[in-house]
């Protein structure tokens, strides 16, 4: 008897396997937020190794926790022990330690409907999200509560943190097709306040904030894919003053330079890509291009400048397969072309 | 089929007028015999057919269960059906991969047509009045049809019930109430009624509700929950009055007019982490058609018939990332047509026929920079038909010539088509049922207004996407071994889509191109059996197998060259077989479908499981002083297979119905 019991306590006791047996660190590198198309769930994070040039198509964040990351994965940003991801049309934030394995998941609803997250800031140990019904929060990173929700203008997308202020982008999108239209204004949060302070106009449908060494804020505005082209503008970030200073579709920055990529459509739906390079410094355009070969990139997507590698990430999609990403080095050349997952959408370095 | 009725009546009138002058103290007597009208219509041949065609009638439908128009469509082989899930979910139909705007819907032998979206949703046709479903791939033998059933790649031909009066009645009503799982309700009412001898009146009425909250399984990787469907709701009501009349000078006409109503929830599609979905759906469509048939002697016909539709949709969806928290969409389309057929047959062996159409569709939308298109087209259709002994061949020609008007922006052009098509037919043994057919046909589908003019997606440069088929095949029926009856239908085919309208990324906005090739090569394989077992029980077998490899081949460079077309599985199949005994009638049927692919790179991530489904059916008829009633019971995919046709669309689980319907 006693010996059947010494048994069964022995198997008792190894079969209590832990479930979380996914303590496995992840590789040092690059990894790639993947935005999937929208409806098929398949938002990824796929991984590259910058000094091997190696690439590695399986989804991180899957294997990491045994589930899917949602659907439309829209930004993500690493900061102290935590990487925080927005996951739109899933409508959360993932919150993971730096391995992937995931923490927690922030769910933002407002009167029972979803608020869906677009773009991340942080700022004073504070984690910000625009939220598509109109809204940033404020959440705490310490227990990823939502401290408090300031309304902005419609649909805001892109946000930059400079001179103690939070810029947003209203860029009113889901309104182009009524007579509403879009949105046409950045709204200047105080971050001590947590109101907005001030309401700039900008050109139409504003999506793309960034901000440089110097302190400036610049601002992409879309337009209506007609007869409003995609305008580049500087914002002063104390009198929010608002300079055109050229036109470009996408943008990223060393802190110094801001590395564009403008495309345009002719009439008969033909692709012009161009590749400037703006110099905050010297606030002109340069005259040479960021890439040396333009025609070596097939349908590119998005620019990314990650600091850790002080390399270029120009991703390509065709949103319909596997996209790929080209990895340039400041002075134009292409190191590396590796296949990433579908659409892939932004960069970034995790140790 | 007009023909062959005609024919018999002169048959028998002649037989009692006809050989009294010539002959002279004839012992025998003459006696004139009373007109009889022959109201069976002729069920079209599938083995004799010169085009792979498959059909299924009314109560077979009933019989094995079918709820819906798309519960049949997909059972038929070279058919892949797009169902989005539930009783009121999206079913669209395509045949032999060639898309759904390839496909053209008939009911009762006009057009049902959307100029909007070019798909129509076949789950909102009832079978309440079906008497028959068709699907002719290539053309159908019948080739004295509008000009516009020339010009699909296939055709689904809906034929409602004719009044059948039973005795000497002057009416028959039919009245059926069906009730199942997830709160269907669906009574449907029948009446019809002679008018005067030879003119009768149907009026049909069917309304459906049900509140479609069912469950299903949710697998996240390794997380497996169950879940509840919810906003998938419909509410549904279809009414439609028929008139038949047949003239003295033996010409027919009839009328009809039909209005359909809807509302129904859109649950979208599964996301991950958010339940959340307010999107409604409501339709309304209204059609009226006349038509008239006429056969001046044996070598003369005409037939004609006149329609206008009329179709509303208004969509919302309710969401605080809109301005006003809702967007609404209203899209109004009308179309007047009109159809002339000629049938010419000089000798007998040969017969042409002449048909021309014109259409006028229109749509106006609430969007705020709506073009207010307009189309006119017209279709002009010559065919040929040679037929002697064994062999058949068919001939056609159609040429189209479509002018479009908008009224803002740059107006697309015109577009002028020629498109030809032969098909042949062989019987080696005339002695014997076997069959060889072949068949090569090319047509053009036009841009959609939707593929013209939609938002931004529109774009009014679009040039018609093209499709040819070729098809071999053989067919055999006929008596073997045990089996009263058997046949078998082999066919194996080639399509090319060329210049395939597709929605292309460019920079954040998507805009239709023609920017596709695809490749298609596939087989089907029909047979049937019907046997007795006892002295009473009889029993049919159906099963067929589709073997489809469609692949794009649109551009070498990109990842999914020569990779499956998304929504077309390899293998596909399906089975049923019906006990017919006189106490009970047992019917099962599965249908089986492969793995497919959700976006166009075959791979792992994009791959949608195999699914089988399985229904058993079990009913009883009995007579009760004249009056006949009918019991049935449906188990609807028994074994609870968990399984979605379109990713992230579930189907329901395990589902109960039960009808009763009673005909006086």
């Known amino acids: 008897m006693t010996l059947w019991m010494l048994i069964l306590c022995a198997l008792a006791f190894t079969s209590c396997s832990d479930d979380d047996d996914d303590d496995v660190t992840v590789e040092e590198g690059i990894y790639v937020l993947n935005n999937g198309k929208m409806g098929n769930n398949n938002s990824t994070i796929t991984y590259y190794d910058p000094v091997t040039q190696a690439s590695d198509a399986a989804d991180v964040y899957a294997a990491q926790n045994g589930k899917g990351l949602g659907d439309s994965g829209q930004d993500i940003l690493c900061e102290g022990k935590y990487i925080y991801l927005a996951v739109y049309t899933s409508n959360r934030i993932s919150v993971m330690t730096r391995d992937f ?93 947590f109101e907005v302070e001030k309401t700039i106009e900008v050109e139409i449908n504003p999506t793309i904030l960034i901000t440089v060494d110097n302190g400036d804020v610049y ?125 892939p959408l932004k960069v970034v370095y995790v140790k | 089929m007009r023909l062959f009725f005609y024919r018999l009546v002169l048959c028998l009138l002649g037989g009692g007028l006809g050989p009294v002058s010539a002959q002279t103290a004839d012992t025998a007597r003459v006696h004139q015999l009373q007109q009889v009208e022959v109201s069976a219509t002729r069920r079209p041949s599938v083995v004799r057919s010169a085009a792979p065609l498959q059909v299924v009638s009314g109560v077979e439908m009933e019989r094995l269960g079918y709820q819906s128009l798309a519960d049949a469509v997909r059972r038929f082989s ?28 008939m009911y009762d032998g006009i057009a049902v047509s959307n100029c909007q979206a070019g798909q129509i949703d076949i789950g909102r046709f009832s079978l309440d009045n079906v008497s028959r479903v068709t699907l002719a791939v290539g053309q159908e033998d019948d080739i004295f049809q509008p000009a516009r059933m020339f010009a699909s790649a296939g055709v689904l031909s809906i034929q409602t019930q004719r009044p059948e009066f039973r005795g000497n009645r002057d009416y028959s009503l039919q009245l059926r109430m069906k009730g199942g799982s997830f709160g269907l309700v669906n009574p449907s009412l029948r009446y019809a009624r002679r008018l005067a001898s030879r003119t009768s009146l149907s009026i049909d009425g069917d309304f459906l509700r049900a509140d479609g909250t069912y469950p299903f399984t949710l697998k996240n990787g390794q997380s497996v929950t169950r879940e509840k469907r919810y906003n998938s709701d419909i509410l549904s009501w279809h009414t439609e009055a028929n008139l038949y009349s047949l003239l003295r000078d033996s010409s027919r006409v009839t009328a009809k007019v039909y209005y359909f109503q809807s509302e129904r929830g859109l649950p979208g599609g599964v996301i991950f982490y958010n339940p959340y979905n307010k999107e409604r759906l409501w339709d309304r469509n209204f059609f009226a058609q006349a038509g008239y048939e006429k056969h001046f002697n044996p070598r003369w016909a005409l037939k004609s018939a006149l329609k206008y539709n009329y179709s509303w949709n208004r969509y919302m969806d309710v969401n605080n990332k809109y301005a006003s928290g809702k967007q609404i969409d209203r899209n109004r389309q009308q179309e007047y047509y009109a159809t002339v057929s000629g049938l010419y047959t000089p000798k007998g062996r040969v017969s042409y026929v002449l048909a021309t159409d014109f259409a006028y569709n229109r749509l106006t939308n609430n969007f705020t920079d709506t073009p207010r298109p307009e189309r006119y087209t017209s279709q002009t259709v010559l065919t040929a038909r040679y037929r002697h002994k064994g062999v058949t061949v068919n001939g056609m020609l159609l040429a189209t010539y479509i002018k479009e008007k908008v009224a803002s922006g740059d107006c697309p052009d015109d577009k002028r088509r020629l498109s030809p098509g032969v098909s042949l037919s062989l019987q080696p043994w005339l002695d014997r049922n076997l069959y060889v057919r072949l068949f090569y046909k090319h047509v053009f589908r036009v841009p959609t207004f939707n593929d013209l003019y939609y938002l931004r997606m529109g774009n009014r440069n679009l040039k018609p996407e093209t499709a040819v088929q070729y098809n071999a095949g053989i067919t055999w029926s006929g008596q073997w071994k045990g089996l009263e009856y058997a046949s078998v239908t082999a066919d194996v085919y080639y399509n090319r889509v060329e210049d395939k309208i597709v929605a292309l990324p460019m920079m954040y906005v998507w805009k239709m191109m023609n920017m596709g090739t695809v490749d298609i090569w596939g087989s089907d394989v029909k047979g049937t059996a019907e046997f007795g077992i006892a002295r009473r029980i009889h029993c049919r077998i159906n099963g067929s197998y589709t073997w489809q490899r469609a692949i794009d081949l649109t551009d070498k460079n990109e990842k999914n060259y020569k990779d499956q077309i998304p929504y077309t599985p390899q293998h596909s199949g399906s089975l049923s077989a019906s006990l017919l005994m006189p106490w009970v009638n047992v019917s099962y049927t599965a249908l089986v479908c492969g793995e497919r692919y959700a ?66």
């Not at chain 1, 810029?167 to 182009?176: E, L, Q």
């Not at chain 1, 943008?251 to 345009?264: C, H, R």
């Not at chain 1, 590749?275 to 590119?300: C, G």
């Open chain 2, 599 to 664: 976006l166009p790179q075959n791979v792992a991530a994009n791959r949608i499981d195999r699914y089988a489904e399985h229904t058993l059916s079990v009913n009883r008829e009995f007579q009760w002083h004249g009056t006949r009633f009918r019991l049935q019971a449906d188990v609807v995919n028994f074994t609870d297979e968990q399984y979605s046709v379109i990713q992230y669309y579930p189907m329901p689980g395990r589902s109960y119905r039960l009808s009763a319907s009673v005909v006086f």
């Open chain 1, 219 to 343: 601002c992409i505005s879309t337009g209506n894919y007609g007869d409003v082209p995609n305008t580049l503008q500087k914002i002063d970030p104390k009198s929010y003053a608002v300079t055109k200073v050229g036109n470009a579709t996408e943008m990223a920055t060393d802190g110094k330079k801001l590395y564009l990529m403008y495309s345009q459509y002719d009439a008969s739906w033909n692709q012009v890509i161009t590749y400037p390079v703006y110099d905050t410094e010297k606030a002109q355009m340069l005259s040479w291009e960021w890439i040396a070969d333009a025609s070596a990139v097939v349908k590119p997507y998005k620019v990314c400048y990650e600091p850790q590698t002080d390399r270029l990430y120009l991703t390509s999609s065709n949103y319909r397969t596997d996209g790929d990403v080209y990895v340039y080095k400041t002075d134009g050349t292409l190191e590396k072309k590796f296949g990433a997952g579908l659409n």
């Open chain 1, 101 to 193: 394995v995931e923490v927690t998941s922030i769910a933002l609803l407002r009167d029972g409907q979803p608020q869906s997250p677009r773009s991340l800031a942080y700022a004073g140990k504070k984690l910000y999200v625009s939220l598509y019904d109109g809204y940033v929060a404020r959440i705490n990173t310490s227990d990823f509560t939502v401290e408090a929700q300031v309304k902005v203008g419609r649909n805001p997308e892109g946000l930059a943190v400079s001179n103690g202020k939070l810029f947003v982008a209203n860029s009113g999108g889901m309104d182009y097709n009524t007579p509403v239209g879009y949105d046409k204004t950045v709204s200047v949060i105080d971050l001590k306040k």
């Open chain 2, 78 to 105: 070279g058919v892949t059906v797009k169902d989005y899930g539930g009783i009121g979910g999206l079913k669209t139909v395509s045949v032999r991969s060639l898309g759904a705007y390839h496909t053209g819907v």
